[in-house]
Nanobody, 125 residues
């Protein structure tokens, strides 16, 4: 059974930092695109960052310079280091895996076929 499990969410004041982890089990995702999405209350799920099988990274503009995505293929895990957090970063954060053979990074949710259960991140002002 394939599972993605997020951890590391929590509450922090503006300007603080959090590190999210996503542990995969059931199959290896080392050659596939993995990504972080987030969903704030009343809003659609949005792309945050992605890392390819060759460790290229992509970010949405609002988190560039503040968030860093990385992966550890030996641990079949992915991470999101979030610094200089802002109240508008408050959301449920989801990790996702895209097993399409193209390896092209997509910001569209339906291209991702595996999802974690989500981790709440709350940033207070």
């Amino acid at each position: 059974q394939v599972q993605l499990v997020e951890s590391g969410g929590g509450s922090v004041q503006a300007g603080g930092s959090l590190r999210l982890s996503c542990a995969a089990s059931g199959r290896s995702f080392s050659t596939y695109v993995m990504a972080w999405f987030r969903q704030a209350p009343g809003k659609e799920r949005e792309f945050v960052a992605a890392v390819t099988g060759s460790d290229a990274t992509y970010y949405t503009d609002s988190v560039k310079g503040r968030f860093t995505i990385s992966r550890d293929t030996a641990k079949n895990s992915m991470y999101l280091q979030m610094n200089s957090l802002k109240p508008e970063d408050t959301a449920v954060y989801y990790c996702a895996a895209d097993t399409r053979p193209s390896g092209i990074v997509s910001g569209v949710t339906y291209h991702y076929d595996y999802w974690g259960q989500g981790a709440q991140v709350t940033v207070s002002s």
